[in-house]
């Protein structure tokens, strides 16, 4: 049977359930319709000519490139909006971040990179493989139970050797908001010449963001956690900072990231940030108010469960991230879906190497811990009403299967 | 690493995740057997009762527990139904393809879960002829594959915490 059959048969037994709830906005989101209608224009009545050939609809392209950019720079307090650069992907920028600055400086005297044990895989895997393919030698600084790095601790790694590091701004699993500004400290005033990068795709939208005033070299946005569309990422670089890219190819508007940009969708990006951040602080109290309505209705209703990451004005305001004891994430994720609620979990199932999410790991969860945890992301498209439905359909599943379950 | 790999379930594994057949514990049973760990992230506990009739040894009941993944919970279920009513040889010659097939073919990185359900049927025989004191000529005295790969994953998990335990990192 051929696999699309095969899944095509998956999702008519499935069936679709009367009432849906998306929370799996870590791994990729719905996009609301003003940002579709945004897109629209971009493939077949305007800009959609190569942005950097000398025509019309190029220059149209152009144009829908650099109001993007200019948006992008103006909200992380950035006044020249070259400093911006369109990758395809979050993972795309991270790794042009780190092989980048690797491949430019691997020629340096300095050989050690940092990155904290909880950062995204984009960050840890690009940093493990230039260590290989360049000699460089990657450090991972351990963090606490609530997914803090101690400036103190951080303070023994920086030395003399260190060229670059990189450390999460909001954690996309657990939701830890690092104090970021004490740690660039720490790093600048152990060793002026090491680079700053953070992997902001989970901080940007969510707390404010001044890149001058934070000391950051680079930086790192993703187009679809701030629902805007998939296919679309970031990488801010301080002006004076060179990088090579580790990709090769025709080069366009882009002189680090080879590749036709992708316009519509950044036209799409756009329409999206302006919504994030038009209203801030008001979206985000919101969002923080079904957060905690969600996760204080889950605390109050099922027994055996582990909040994992901070509580209070240090968790991120969008971020429930559970372990639900006696039961495998995996199986919860399919049996939540049979009730239209759209979670992730980082257990194992699927693997015989037995490594759930290695962040869960490193705040010090047992296995059997990490492989019950749930992640669920709300956003300002939530209702109360998808909160309350979530909060009656979650006992449920976690009680059939605790029923099931061998480990008692 | 916690990568990210599709998994088109069959109906069947669907189905019988939402629909398990013979759960919970069983009172009478002859011998009660697990495969995995929590840590491992699937464990199965089998309850069978094995009846002689005429000299001949048959599953009369089967049931389980599972934790695991939804093709964790499928594989028990259709085990169980599979064995009930088998004799106790030929219940042994079931193999975890076979009963990966019968779930219209997993994923092959869930295999694992039906080797895990198979070698939880392997343990559970081995108890009982331990338990009636024979040995059957068309047991085998070493190990099968599937008997092997469960006893692997449940030492790596338990290396695992031995490992940090010694480091004084245990809790």
Known sequence: ?408 | MSSRIPLPYSPKVLELFRNPKNLGPMEDATVVESAGSPACGDMIRLYLKIVNIDGVDIIEKATFESYGCAANIATASILTEMIIGKKVEDAWKISWKYLSDQLGGLPPIKYHCSILAVGALKRGIRAYYKKVGSHPDWLPKDLTTEEKQVFEEEEIMMRYYSSLKTLGEGR
């Not at chain 1, 991230?321 to 919860?332: D, I, K, P, Q, Y």
């Open chain 1, 1 to 408: 049977m051929s696999l699309s059959k095969k899944v095509r048969e998956l999702l008519e037994s499935h069936g679709k359930p009367q009432k849906e709830v998306y929370f799996d906005l870590e791994n990729s989101g719905f996009i609301p319709q003003e940002v579709v209608e945004a897109m629209i224009p971009y493939f077949n009545m305007r800009g959609y000519g190569h942005p950097s050939i000398t025509h019309r609809v190029g220059w149209e392209a152009l144009e829908v490139i650099y109001e993007a950019k200019e948006l992008l720079a103006k909200t992380i307090g950035v006044d020249n909006p070259e400093s911006i650069v369109f990758t395809h992907s979050g993972t795309e920028a991270n790794n042009l971040a780190i092989l980048g600055f690797l491949l430019k400086n691997r020629g340096s005297r300095g050989k050690k990179v940092i990155v904290s044990s909880i950062e995204h895989l984009s960050v840890i895997f690009p940093a493990r493989f230039a260590s290989e393919l360049l000699g460089f030698k990657v450090v991972l600084v351990p963090v606490d139970e609530y997914g803090f790095i101690d400036p103190e601790i951080l303070k023994y790694y920086v030395d003399k050797d260190t060229v670059l590091v990189s450390i999460q701004m909001v954690n996309h699993e657990i939701g830890t908001i690092q104090r970021i500004k004490e740690l660039v400290d720490i790093v600048k005033s152990a060793n002026q010449e090491a680079i700053f990068h953070t992997d902001a795709a989970d901080a940007y939208g969510w707390v404010p963001i001044n890149v001058r005033e934070l000391g950051i070299d680079m930086l790192t946005i993703s187009s679809h956690k701030v629902h805007g569309p998939r296919g679309v990422g970031v990488l801010y670089v301080r002006e004076g900072l060179e990088l090579e890219s580790p990709l090769k190819g025709q080069l366009s508007v882009e002189k680090l990231w080879p590749g036709v940009e992708n316009v519509p969708l950044i036209a799409g990006f756009k329409k999206a940030v302006e919504i994030m951040f038009n209203d801030f602080d008001s979206r985000v109290n919101y969002v923080r108010n079904l957060r905690d309505k969600l996760m204080k209705g889950i605390l109050d209703r099922v027994p055996e469960v582990l909040v994992n990451g901070p509580t209070g004005n240090a968790r991120v305001a969008n971020n429930v991230n559970m372990s639900f004891l006696r039961v495998e994430g995996e199986a919860l994720t399919v049996e939540l879906s049979l009730y239209g609620v759209y979670v992730s979990s980082g257990s194992a199932c699927s693997s015989r190497v037995l490594e759930p999410s290695h962040v869960l790991l490193a705040i010090g969860r047992k296995h059997e811990e990490a492989h019950g945890s749930i992640l669920f992301k709300v956003s300002h498209h939530h209702r109360e009403d998808d909160i309350i439905y979530a909060l009656e359909v979650i006992p449920k599943a976690v009680e059939r299967l605790r029923n099931i379950s061998a480990w008692r």
